[in-house]
């Protein structure tokens, strides 16, 4: 059974930082796109970042220069360091794997607020 659960999320003041990591099992993970998406109260879902198999990555206009997306293929995981968070940022934060299926985690709730 295929299950990715994320962790890191937390509360934190403008200015800060989080460490967003995404646990997988289940899945041959060397192989399987991982994206970060976001979902703010009231708005649609929107993609974050992205790493590919080959380690490439891409990222949404609003979190460049802020956010860094990674992965660990030894160990199953995916990670997404947040710098310079903003209240803007204020989201559930939900991993996502593609390979032939695609997965989601249950979220991780970030807020930005002093």
């Known amino acids: 059974q295929v299950r990715l659960v994320e962790s890191g999320g937390g509360l934190v003041q403008p200015g800060g930082s989080l460490r967003l990591s995404c646990a997988a099992s289940?899945?041959?993970?060397?192989?399987?796109?991982m994206r970060w998406y976001r979902q703010a109260p009231g708005k649609q879902r929107e993609l974050v970042a992205t790493?590919?198999?080959?380690?490439?990555?891409n990222y949404a206009d609003s979190v460049k220069g802020r956010f860094t997306i990674s992965r660990d293929n030894a160990k199953y995981a995916a990670y997404l360091q947040m710098n310079s968070l903003n209240p803007e940022d204020t989201a559930v934060y939900y991993c996502n794997g593609r390979g032939s299926s695609e997965y989601w985690g249950q979220g991780t709730q970030v807020t930005v607020s002093s």
């Open positions: 289940g899945m041959v993970f060397r192989f399987v796109a």
């Open positions: 790493v590919t198999p080959d380690g490439s990555t």
